[in-house]
């Protein structure tokens, strides 16, 4: 699945789930009953007494922006591009959209768990992986995408442009090697 078609299935599913929660809102749709505060005060359910979070991993703590900048995500798209989106701090990602005058580019970054299972995804719908040497640890591309790991951190790299995936093949694998050079 190219990475504009998993985009579009993620918005598409997002926009059918905020028409579900505003038709519960105002049409006496069934909508989903929040715990009361107290009920939930009063579970069995112990409180952590782990010092950091489950969840807080190298990869959460990583920058995916400061792993790819803007400068190397233009380089990469061939064009201007608006700053960084961070996306979820437990599973960092940063994106750099082109401006909505155009040209269309865009470059997406992905850290840790996230890069690894879009990695095992792709390889399950049988994408085309070439293996690409002296990058991190280990290193996968496909067109318009490299996949590499560094130590125990997987970073994706992906790209979205209207031209041949051959003309991006040296430009990914450059970026990503800055990239891995920035890991710990």
């Known amino acids: 699945m190219t990475p504009s078609i998993r985009h579009t299935l993620g918005g598409a599913f997002l926009g059918l789930v905020a028409a579900w929660l505003l038709a519960c809102n105002s049409t ?14 009063e579970s069995d359910v112990p409180a952590s007494t782990e010092s950091e979070p489950p969840a807080a991993t190298l990869a959460a703590a990583l920058d995916a922006c400061a792993i ?10 061939g064009t201007p591009l608006n700053d960084g989106a961070a996306g979820n701090p437990l599973d960092p990602s940063c994106t750099y959209t082109g401006p909505t005058t155009g040209p269309l580019g865009q470059v997406s970054v992905y850290t840790g768990p996230g890069a690894k299972k879009t990695y095992d995804i792709d390889v399950q719908l049988q994408h085309v992986f070439a293996p690409v040497a002296d990058i991190g640890d280990e290193a996968y591309e496909e067109p318009f995408a490299i996949f590499f790991r560094k130590g125990e951190t997987w970073i994706a790299i992906e790209l979205v442009r209207l031209n041949d995936a051959g003309a991006d093949r040296i430009p990914l694998e450059d970026v990503a090697r800055r990239a891995a050079a920035r890991l710990p």
Request: aromatic residues 0%; hydrophobic residues 45%; charged residues 10%.
């Open 28 to 41: 006496g749709v069934a909508c989903p009953t929040p715990i009361p505060t107290q009920l939930a005060a």
């Open 68 to 77: 790819v900048p803007k400068s190397d995500a233009e380089l990469l798209a």
